[in-house]
């Protein structure tokens, strides 16, 4: 806090949201929620349970099993435990139990993506989490005109399904929150896959000598926003939802973060547009200057001597006239993940980075002590303004990090290990010469699902008190 985090009192926050509210009818907003990952890692202590008839019940095996009754989909996965001949109780281990949720003789959840399973019960019903982002956007996300626009992305698989499951879902909550929603489904480019390699470092190929190629992660879906035409775009990862009666603190962060971005970027045009009017410079570099480095973190060096006034002129415009991002971050609580760093470019330049831990070389001492210090932790919570002085999208490409990878270690269907390229996520290497500021939002508003057990936390098993 006052070392690159923003902390917003309570009546700013409220001016913030009005702000927000007030300038709506001159912008559009999107909504864009990678939604294309499988659940797969959200079951994985329980898939390999199943598979080890030798394996002893660990704590995530045992919180499910003992929470079995309370999850949203506790009545499907009674059924077809029926229908497969399971019982539901006296099973002495719980794997033939665990076995129909996860296998395609049951409810198969196991290949599911998160956007379309079951996260929270509701009278009459429950709801996934896709249909809790419909929610999200008709209470903040909707302009003027009452039109919410939503952008999910989905995996080619899965795409059927969660049409199908939308088709179904949008006119119920367009005739309760008096909105229209306008939703696009995109892919991420296969160009963007990388080729996989064996632990010896040569190519990864099928049996019949194919290559393998691997999607390279969410930092590869910067195409995709590109292709939104909105002037606001707020991002947030398909599994951080709440239930629509807890949700409050969500709905009004939501708006303090808009309306902060929205006051930011005005002060940045203004700027831009009086440093591209030569006159009466002067004065325009030392206030330019001073706002650049105090609300967007970028240092410009020394006020140079009169004779320089076209280098700093020039320095502050290529500060200034680039994409801009507001993110909400919570205090560390220990959620598995990234944070907010300041970090040292290849050109010396220094600026506030999301920093994913597999971006950090556990060798280095004083990078493991820097990380361990962080106060803060990174929700996805981001609101984004793609838009420059003149109105025309920029080229989000040109402010990306193309060195920006990882290798990761992965296994292929057949169970050999292999390795790929990904590029860090969507916040990281994609936006890392975007211009960003950090302001702290109340963990209230944070409400991940990594595991299936999160799905006992308090905060997603409190039944709705709205109709389905």
Request: proline share 5%.
């Amino acid at each position: 806090m006052g070392d690159g985090i923003v902390r917003v009192d309570p009546a700013e926050g409220e001016r913030l949201a009005e702000v927000f509210v007030d300038r709506l009818g001159k912008r559009s907003l999107e909504k864009f929620v990678p939604a294309s990952g499988a659940a797969s890692r959200m079951f994985k202590s329980l898939s390999a349970y199943v598979a080890d008839a030798d394996a002893t019940a660990d704590s995530e095996v045992r919180a499910v099993l003992e929470g079995i009754d309370d999850f949203a989909f506790a009545d499907r996965w009674k059924q077809a435990a029926e229908d497969t001949g399971v019982a539901w109780t006296g099973d002495s281990d719980g794997r033939d139990l665990l076995a129909v949720l996860l296998g395609e003789q049951g409810l198969d959840y196991s290949r599911f993506p998160k956007a379309l399973l079951p996260f929270h019960r509701y009278p009459g019903g429950s709801r996934t989490a896709i249909e809790e982002h419909l929610v999200e956007a008709a209470r903040y996300a909707r302009d003027a005109a009452g039109r919410c626009r939503l952008s999910f992305t989905v995996s080619p698989e899965h795409r059927g399904a969660v049409s199908a499951l939308l088709d179904a879902s949008t006119e119920n909550f367009e005739r309760r929150f008096g909105v229209s929603y306008g939703i696009e489904l995109s892919e991420q480019n296969p160009a963007t896959d990388s080729v996989a390699v064996d632990r010896a470092g040569e190519p990864f190929r099928e049996e019949n000598g194919a290559l393998v190629f691997r999607p390279a992660g969410h930092g590869a879906l910067i195409e995709n926003v590109a292709k939104s035409d909105a002037d606001v775009v707020f991002i947030k990862n398909i599994d951080n939802v709440a239930p629509e009666s807890g949700a409050e603190p969500t709905f009004f962060w939501k708006k303090v973060l808009g309306g902060y971005l929205l006051e930011l970027q005005a002060e940045s045009f203004r700027f831009v547009r009086r440093l591209a009017d030569e006159s009466g410079v002067d004065q325009t570099l030392e206030h330019a200057a001073r706002f650049v480095e105090s609300r967007l973190g970028v240092a410009v060096g020394e006020h140079p001597r009169p004779a320089d006034r076209d280098g700093l002129r020039a320095r502050l415009l290529k500060a200034l006239d680039r994409p801009l991002r507001v993110c909400g971050m919570v205090r560390n609580t220990g959620e598995p993940g990234g944070g907010p760093f300041w970090v040292r470019d290849r050109d010396g330049s220094v600026r506030r980075q999301i920093v994913e831990t597999s971006e950090i070389d556990p060798r280095d001492v004083g990078q493991r002590e820097v990380l361990s210090s962080a106060t803060h932790f990174n929700p996805v919570d981001l609101v984004c303004a793609v838009r420059n002085a003149d109105g025309d999208e920029y080229d989000l490409s040109d402010y990306a990090d193309p060195d920006a990878v990882f290798i990761v270690e992965k296994s292929h269907r057949d169970g050999r290990p292999l390795r790929s390229l990904e590029l860090p996520g969507l916040w990281n290497g994609a936006m890392s010469r975007w211009n960003t500021v950090f302001v702290e939002v109340p963990i209230e508003t944070f409400h991940p699902v990594k595991r299936l057990s999160d799905l006992l936390r308090p905060a997603h098993r409190g039944l709705g008190s709205v109709p389905r």
